[in-house]
């Protein structure tokens, strides 16, 4: 099913076909627009990137390292292994497929566990997202926040039931 959008011309209420910005009557705007945001992308891409960067992902030496795990081999290797140990199956809720690992322990928790197969889990989206909630009030980890001294929770079958409540 097509999508559809107005027309970008102020006072056109036409609608046009998604991918095109302009109707018939005004499309000898479409390239000109066109050029317009390629230019400010090649323009803002970096600056926004890099402030990212600095500001999100890297913004400590902690979260620094812990990104630079993520870009290494041996995370890849890691992330293959605890793959096919799990047969793509999410330990969660079962569903097939599933091409996330997720760390059981976080490791902005305990950092000792980082490289460690029996920390690491295939999980789905949708496991994923509870989880990373229900780390952030249990644990306290996430942008923001205080880690909390709370005994570590390994077991799959509790994390899931914790989350789930």
Same mark, same amino acid.
């Given at each position: 099913m097509p999508r559809y959008r107005r027309c970008r011309q102020p006072g056109c209420h036409a609608m046009v076909q998604l991918p095109a910005h302009y109707c018939k009557q005004h499309y000898e705007h479409e390239a000109e627009y066109l050029a317009n945001r390629q230019r400010w992308a090649r323009t803002h891409g970096k600056q926004y990137q890099h402030k990212y960067n600095t500001q999100t992902r890297n913004r400590n030496a902690t979260k620094h390292d812990q990104y630079q795990f993520y870009r290494s081999s041996q995370w890849q290797r890691l992330r293959k292994q605890?793959?096919?140990?799990?047969?793509? +199956? $999410?330990?969660? %809720?079962?569903?097939?497929?599933?091409?996330?690992?997720?760390?059981?322990?976080?490791?902005?928790?305990?950092? #000792?566990?980082?490289?460690?197969?029996?920390?690491?889990?295939? +999980? $789905?989206?949708? %496991?994923?997202?509870?989880?990373?909630?229900?780390?952030?009030?249990?644990?306290?980890?996430?942008?923001?926040? #205080?880690?909390?001294?709370?005994?570590?929770?390994?077991?799959?079958?509790?994390?899931?039931?914790?989350?789930?409540?």
């Open positions: 605890a793959l096919e140990r799990d047969y793509y +199956i $999410c330990q969660y %809720c079962g569903q097939p497929n599933s091409k996330t690992v997720d760390h059981i322990v976080p490791i902005e928790y305990d950092q #000792q566990r980082m490289a460690s197969i029996d920390n690491l889990a295939t +999980i $789905c989206r949708e %496991c994923h997202r509870k989880k990373t909630q229900w780390e952030q009030s249990y644990y306290g980890t996430g942008q923001g926040n #205080q880690l909390k001294s709370v005994p570590e929770v390994r077991k799959i079958f509790e994390i899931k039931k914790l989350f789930s409540k």
